[in-house]
T-cell receptor, first 116, second 113 residues
Framework: EAQVTQNPRYLITVTGKKLTVTCSQNMNHEYMSWYRQDPGLGLRQIYY???????DKGDVPEGYKVSRKEKRNFPLILESPSPNQTSLYFC???????????????FGDGTRLSIL | KQEVTQIPAALSVPEGENLVLNCSFTDSAIYNLQWFRQDPGKGLTSLLL?????REQTSGRLNASLDKSSGRSTLYIAASQPGDSATYLCAAPTARGNNRLAFGKGNQVVVIP
């Protein structure tokens, strides 16, 4: 089954304790990205990757890191989490759009992070 | 910068009524627009992707239209059912690439049995 898998689904942790949220897709997609969703603010993009070893900042990258060493995986790293990073996080993937506008994005089920 | 607006933020309709959800976007130089459904505490499920060349896309009781010239898209859900209760999100590509999406804040729909 084609899917985007995020782990963990839920995590409660404390300020300053490094954590990694994993994202894996089995559709051979070039493009992957991370979003956070907050009440009243909607979905905002954190980082994205157009392919292996190619990553770039989204709209709210502060406090986050990513890496793309393999095509299927795109982990999100919080080196020193703070309470303002408490949020619902989504990973998404798609084939790279080459101007046709025909590549839908597929989302994972989300990771709910609480930073105390 | 692409900005996407969805109005109303929330609405309730009796079962059986048709639903009309509106989305507007500021940058009309887009190749597509995508509608998603989100259930509470869940991820996003892609409902329809309308390519700019298509103007309209249908799937079952769902129909989405796209008018680039006016910067608007509409999602129609015919004969609504309680199972249609969810938040519906509209997303348009940003100026920096078709893969990067800007999202509206959603239309939260409740269908009353």
């Amino acid at each position: 089954e084609a899917q985007v898998t995020q782990n963990p689904r839920y995590l409660i942790t404390v300020t300053g304790k490094k954590l990694t949220v994993t994202c894996s897709q089995n559709m051979n997609h070039e493009y992957m990205s991370w979003y956070r969703q907050d009440p009243g603010l909607g979905l905002r993009q954190i980082y994205y990757s157009m392919n292996v070893e190619v990553t770039d900042k989204g709209d709210v990258p502060e406090g986050y890191k990513v890496s793309r060493k393999e095509k299927r995986n795109f982990p999100l790293i919080l080196e020193s989490p703070s309470p303002n990073q408490t949020s619902l996080y989504f990973c998404a993937s798609s084939f790279r759009d080459r101007g046709q506008g025909n590549q839908p994005q597929h989302f994972g089920d989300g990771t709910r992070l609480s930073i105390l | 910068k692409q900005e996407v607006t969805q109005i109303p933020a929330a609405l309730s309709v009796p079962e059986g009524e048709n639903l009309v959800l509106n989305c507007s976007f500021t940058d009309s130089a887009i190749y597509n627009l995508q509608w998603f459904r989100q259930d509470p505490g869940k991820g996003l499920t892609s409902l329809l992707l309308i390519q700019s060349s298509q103007r309209e896309q249908t799937s079952g009781r769902l129909n989405a239209s796209l008018d680039k010239s006016s910067g608007r898209s509409t999602l129609y859900i015919a004969a609504s059912q309680p199972g249609d209760s969810a938040t519906y999100l509209c997303a348009a590509p940003t100026a920096r690439g078709n893969n990067r999406l800007a999202f509206g804040k959603g239309n939260q729909v409740v269908v009353i049995p």
